[in-house]
């Protein structure tokens, strides 16, 4: 059966896509040719910057002047770090007083990703409800809709940017705190590329702005009658990055040096609006972006190189919806592949909601292709969890990991059975309403510490 459009008609696209998608018809050899550029070395040297872009803080910084919108600013209070990006400029990354802005995906299916995070602020000594926040009052970032069906528009996602860093501004006050006590932490690489976009479009569209301020007014969610835009946007994994060193030599219990971690960092994180990407002189020579290679060697773990770094890891949005069977072919054969046969990996880390999910739970189709080479695949802050002390289940939750994760917490020198079994423990607690909680569940819906 032909596919067909929307109307019924028949749609020469490839897998619905439309017409503009079509079979190339490229023998093997032209293919390799064409894909060439894939396998390349490419870093921060090789590729051509061009001409220094524009630095939309400036232009926000205009804004606030003539009365336009209000800036979220990171303070002394934020305990911020300086890095650098692409071109050198600098970044304020907030350490403290972090309003978490959680991943869909995360919460859904890797909830040992966002627990590994909060896990270690509270190692750190912070207070739930003052040094950080995690609430209910918070919407997806629609981005998935907008990337995965083409159905979202700008408008519709710049809205919904605004309402939820609008809630980060004003949340303090519940808590008796001022306003912009807390700064959002995006959790997921898809809506931190989302977040930069969008904030990049309301700064150089007066048009956009002047729709959303008529939407956001009817929210609620203007600060006397102006929009409030952050004046970073911040991901987790470069607060991970900023607190490395801590991480490693204030909590850090397990020796991971015979431990070998390849690196996959989220296309979302450093490919859209490539300018606010993190990069370190010290990491790869500041050649590719800081992000999970740094707390690894922080760590103390032996990170490989592998040719196929820089690709996708093949989930792609649209690809894993329509082309599924693309997603696990790209993801086995490109990645999974590759860093098992090049690196000899013991692990893949990634710092993205979308990638752990495409190489932690396709790898079970390669068998049914004699493809039988496989990864554990978790993200930067798990695998630094593991490594400082951190329950491989109650707070890292690898049960829910389908890429087989026992040999490396067994190379750790993590007993997986022991855990196993005193998880299982814990959950006969859980049934007698025994309940470990990482903060007073009460905060998250506007209650008191």
Request: proline fraction near 3%; charge should be negative; charged fraction near 25%.
């Amino acid at each position: 059966m032909k596919p067909t459009d929307q109307n019924g008609s028949p749609d020469s696209g490839i897998a619905g896509h439309g017409s503009f998608f079509q079979e190339t018809n490229l023998s093997r050899e032209e293919a390799v040719r064409a894909t060439d550029w894939v396998r390349k070395h490419v870093d921060r040297r090789t590729v051509d910057l061009g001409e220094r872009m524009d630095d939309v803080r400036e232009h926000m910084y205009e804004l606030e002047k003539e009365g336009e919108i209000i800036i979220h600013r990171i303070g002394d209070e934020h305990d911020p770090k300086i890095v650098k990006t692409l071109f050198g400029w600098e970044k304020k990354v907030p350490t403290k007083q972090l309003w978490h802005h959680k991943s869909c995906g995360q919460c859904g299916n890797i909830p040992g990703y966002p627990t590994s995070l909060m896990w270690f602020m509270n190692e750190f000594g912070y207070v739930p409800g003052k040094d950080y926040l995690d609430e209910t009052d918070q919407t997806s970032c629609t981005a998935w809709n907008y990337h995965g069906s083409g159905i979202g528009n700008v408008e519709s996602l710049a809205a919904v940017f605004l309402r939820n860093f609008h809630q980060a501004y004003v949340s303090g006050k519940q808590h008796g705190f001022e306003l912009g006590h807390f700064f959002p932490l995006v959790h997921c690489g898809t809506s931190f590329g989302n977040y930069k976009e969008i904030r990049k479009y309301l700064v150089e569209s007066a048009e956009l702005r002047e729709k959303v301020t008529k939407i956001l007014g009817k929210l609620g969610r203007l600060v006397d009658g102006k929009l409030v835009i952050p004046e970073e946007i911040v991901h987790y994994s470069e607060w991970v990055h900023v607190m490395r060193n801590r991480i490693a030599s204030e909590l850090q219990k397990i020796d991971v040096s015979n431990i070998r971690a390849t690196a996959h960092v989220a296309c979302h994180y450093y490919k859209m609006v490539h300018e606010d990407a993190v990069y370190d002189p010290e990491v790869l020579g500041g050649n590719r972006t800081a992000i999970i290679t740094s707390v690894a060697q922080a760590l103390g773990a032996q990170v490989i190189d592998y040719s196929t770094w820089y690709d996708c890891c093949g989930f792609g949005f649209r690809h894993i919806i329509s082309e599924r069977e693309f997603t696990r072919s790209f993801t086995m054969d490109r990645k999974i592949r590759v860093a098992r046969e090049e690196a000899n990996a013991d692990v893949m880390l990634a710092n993205d909601t979308g990638c752990v999910t495409t190489m932690d739970k396709n790898q079970w189709i390669g068998k049914a292709h004699d493809q039988n080479f496989s990864i554990p695949i978790v993200a930067d802050v798990q695998f630094a969890a593991l490594a400082c002390g951190a329950d491989p289940f109650k707070i890292v939750q690898l049960q829910w990991h389908a890429s087989p994760c026992e040999d490396l917490v067994e190379k750790m020198g993590i007993s997986w059975s022991d855990a196993k079994k005193n998880f299982q423990e814990y959950l006969k607690e859980v049934e007698q309403g025994n309940i470990e909680y990482l903060y007073n569940p009460e905060l998250a819906y506007g209650g008191q510490a």
